[in-house]
Nanobody, 125 residues
Framework: QVQLVESGGGSVQPGGSLRLSCATS????????IGWFRQAPGKAREGVSC????????DYSDSVKGRFIISRDNAKKTVYLQMNNLKPQDTGVYYC??????????????????WGQGTQVTVSS
């Protein structure tokens, strides 16, 4: 069974950095990508970034491009999200999820299947 466990969230001041981790297990070969999503209170879940497990190609939402970096350590079966120059609007619960769909790069929840429990990120002065 696929399991994903996020960690690394916390509170940080604007301009600060955090690195989120998504530890994975139970993957089969039909899962082709892992994505990061976030959800702020009262708002819809938003796709942030994704990475292909075959060639490590990446995609980012416009709101985080140039500030966030997604990466993968295949040996540790872990996906990371390095978040730099954090802004208050980055606040939310961050989730990682897996996809079997070729449309995964659209960063839409409908193309992702298994989800972690989430980790809270708060950016505030």
């Amino acid at each position: 069974q696929v399991q994903l466990v996020e960690s690394g969230g916390g509170s940080v001041q604007p301009g600060g950095s955090l690195r989120l981790s998504c530890a994975t297990s139970g993957f089969t070969s039909d899962y082709i990508a892992i994505g990061w999503f976030r959800q702020a209170p009262g708002k819809a879940r938003e796709g942030v970034s994704c990475i292909s497990v075959s060639d490590d190609s990446t995609d980012y939402s416009d709101s985080v491009k140039g500030r966030f970096i997604i990466s993968r350590d295949n040996a540790k079966k872990t996906v990371y999200l390095q978040m730099n120059n954090l802004k208050p609007q980055d606040t939310g619960v961050y989730y990682c999820a897996t996809s079997r769909r070729r449309e995964y790069y659209y960063l839409l929840s409908q193309y992702y299947h298994f989800w972690g429990q989430g980790t809270q990120v708060t950016v505030s002065s």
